[in-house]
């Protein structure tokens, strides 16, 4: 059984920055790819970042490039969502998740590949 729980969100001012982290275990950590998805009152869930195994490979959504990084610490078993210049529309459910399959050469943002979630954190933005 795989355990991934999240942690860090909160309120936070138009242009503050929050840091996210998110912990899975069951097997060794550094078998799952890991991403950030985020669900925003009223819509669908959509990718926010993703890391590879070894933590070389990144991706991120167009509307956070720039202003997000995502980053893994294997010996602590955590992955971590650095949110810089936060706006309004960042206001969501961030939820993390992990990925024990995936053989391609790049990370992948499809919720349907993610094996294992977290229950997800609250970010709130004010303007």
């Known amino acids: 059984q795989v355990h991934v729980v999240e942690s860090g969100g909160g309120l936070v001012q138009n242009g503050g920055s929050l840091r996210l982290s998110c912990a899975a275990s069951?097997?060794?950590?550094?078998?799952?790819?890991m991403g950030w998805f985020r669900q925003a009152p009223g819509k669908e869930r959509d990718f926010v970042a993703a890391?590879?195994?070894?933590?070389?490979?990144?991706s991120y959504a167009d509307s956070v490039k720039g202003r997000f990084a995502i980053s893994r610490d294997n010996a602590k078993n955590t992955v971590y969502l650095q949110m810089n210049s936060l706006k309004p529309e960042d206001t969501a459910v961030y939820y993390c998740?992990?990925?024990?399959?995936?053989?391609?050469?790049?990370?992948?943002?499809?919720?349907?590949?993610?094996?294992?979630w977290g229950q997800g954190t609250q970010v709130a933005v004010s303007s």
């Open positions: 998740a992990a990925d024990d399959h995936w053989a391609g050469w790049t990370v992948p943002i499809a919720q349907h590949e993610y094996d294992y």
């Open positions: 069951g097997r060794t950590f550094s078998l799952y790819i």
């Open positions: 890391i590879s195994r070894s933590g070389r490979s990144t």
